[in-house]
């Protein structure tokens, strides 16, 4: 038996860590913008969406919809009302239910929640929760390519029961740790290899990895490649970057990702051993995988985005990639 790593491979276990990658853009339908931010209890998120009566480039405008939902919470629906600059006003379609002040910053980030009347935001469903005011802080941005550290600071975690969720925002403590999975010559068998490398405390997931795998668990980046794709350095060794967390009775697997509608996005890290493109597209019963990565040494964050039918994977880091989640889950799931 021999050792392969092929980009297809890379599908499946993107499948198994669940599908990833950055929201592929809409060709067609009405425009939106989405805001995120998070508090100590989980993640706020903000979609507008533009109302048909607005034209031209998307701002937004009185009547544009919105759609504020919060991790473990509930969520509320309705119409953008008066905007002031980055400040907009939230009508509920319930008008029994108290508006919302939101603050926003830049395209992406959401940087204060009010409640017009009293302290909590009341949710579409009945459920309330307290308005965390300006106490919104954004979430940590992915390392930059060829970075020789992966570091996450305090980062909510969330687990789930099923893909499509809800995800509810964990509250214990744990251990963190990275692994590689490698293909032994002698034992014929994949060797787990990894090291401890952070903690949950509180919910809040932490973690520093400066240590480079080991280099017999590195395999060539060509070995098996699919016809379309194109490897700059033929030489050139990678391994992807595995994240477990225990919480002392069981260990689960760790990954960075979010849904959007139909299509499952997320962040995976690759390491590399020396600078590489890896170009090119390639069809598998009826899948289209589009590759566009500039690879340099050290690890590397790789988005996928993954629809009905194609994946696209991309170093170049997209608009939405704040939206990207911890997630903890069983093993497979």
């Known amino acids: 038996m021999k050792k392969t790593f092929k980009l297809i491979g890379i599908a499946v276990i993107a499948a198994v860590i669940v599908f990833s990658f950055a929201a592929c853009p809409q060709e067609s339908g009405p425009a939106s913008m989405t805001f995120r931010g998070s508090d100590g209890g989980g993640d706020y998120t903000l979609k507008i969406t533009q ?84 106490a919104i802080t954004p979430p940590a941005p992915p390392p930059a390519s060829g970075s020789a550290t992966i570091t996450v600071t305090n980062q909510q975690l969330y687990g789930y029961s099923s893909i499509s969720g809800p995800y509810t925002a964990y509250n214990g403590i744990g251990n963190v740790y990275a692994v590689y999975e490698y293909w032994n010559e002698e034992t014929e068998e994949y060797e787990p290899v990894g090291d401890e490398i952070g903690a949950v405390t509180n919910g809040k997931l932490s973690f520093t990895l400066q240590k480079a795998p080991p280099a017999e668990a590195l395999g060539l980046l060509t070995a098996g490649m699919s016809a379309g794709v194109t490897v700059s350095d033929k030489n050139a060794k990678w391994i992807i970057v595995s994240f477990n967390f225990s919480d002392g009775s069981e260990i689960y697997e760790l990954d960075c990702r979010y849904l959007d509608g139909p299509n499952f996005n997320s962040l995976v890290y690759w390491y590399i051993d020396k600078d590489v493109s890896v170009k090119g597209s390639y069809n598998d019963a009826g899948y289209t995988f589009y590759i566009d990565l500039s690879l340099k040494k050290g690890f590397n964050a790789v988005y996928q985005a993954g629809t009905g039918d194609s994946m696209k994977m991309t170093t170049a880091k997209p608009a939405d990639a704040d939206l990207l989640k911890w997630i903890y889950h069983n093993m497979g799931l």
Do not use: C
């Open 51 to 134: 109302d048909a009566a607005n034209k031209a480039v998307f701002t937004i405008k009185a009547n544009d919809a919105y759609e504020l939902t919060y991790t473990g919470g509930g969520s509320s629906k309705g119409k953008v009302t008066p905007v002031s600059g980055d400040t907009f006003i939230l009508t509920p379609n319930d008008t029994s239910k108290p508006a919302i002040t939101a603050k926003v910053s830049g395209s992406d980030t959401l940087t204060g929640l009010t409640a017009n009347t009293g302290t909590n935001i009341v949710w579409d469903n009945g459920s309330q929760t307290a308005a965390p005011g300006t």
